[in-house]
């Protein structure tokens, strides 16, 4: 921790800005990975769940099982559920419109990530760049003991390359991190689809076993 705080402090101001990058890449993931791998749920049980409800006519009990469950792909499938009384068309658009609501959700704020490394990333740039302007030119100046022309760039090449190093490691964290996130993402999305059209066909081909009084009470 001690050499952590060493370098940052030869990385000279443009650490800072860096720093800064980094707090928000660290924020985003933890967030989104609390709320990511909390939205999970089996995919293949729910589903073997609903299926067995459904033929079974008890879609009463597939409503109440969604609502415990308490994750986007429960929701939009409760969303059909509590509206199989009305016509196929109108089952869809409730499905449609939960997944309008729950999908953005599951997205929001990773694209951010891709941002904030590339930010990190010419943040470390641009402190190398001034690093290396400011110790070239002192060591050009006359008002340097030729002696202390070694130190003097020494000093601004270190500043210059711990900007490159933090720089380079905030953008590899959040590359990492828009990666996974991303592709948790797309599976829960990938999983909502499916999901929704196996529940949709599932209650058109079995309308008539619907018990459509207890669905009622239980969307209630």
Partial sequence: ?????EHFKEGGWGMWPILFWSILTIGIIVERSIFLFG?????????????KC????????????CSAANAPLARIVQAGLVKV????????????EAALRELP?????????????????????LGTVTGLIIAFGSVSGESVDPSQKARVLAQ???????CTAFGLGVAIIGLIGFAILNGKTQHLEDDINEASVMVLN?????????NVAAVGQAAA
């Fill in 1 to 5: 921790m001690h050499a952590a705080y």
């Fill in 105 to 125: 959700r599951l997205s929001k704020n990773t694209p951010y990530l891709a941002l904030l490394a590339n930010l990190a990333m010419l943040s470390g740039l």
């Fill in 39 to 51: 939205a999970s749920i089996n995919k293949d049980v729910f589903l073997a769940t609903m299926q």
């Fill in 85 to 96: 009384n009305r016509p196929d068309e109108e089952v869809q658009a409730a499905m449609d």
């Fill in 54 to 65: 459904i033929l079974a006519g008890d879609v009463a009990k597939a409503v109440k099982m």
């Fill in 202 to 210: 599932l209650v058109v081909a079995n309308r008539q076993k619907v």
């Fill in 156 to 162: 601004g090449i270190s500043e210059a390359m711990n």
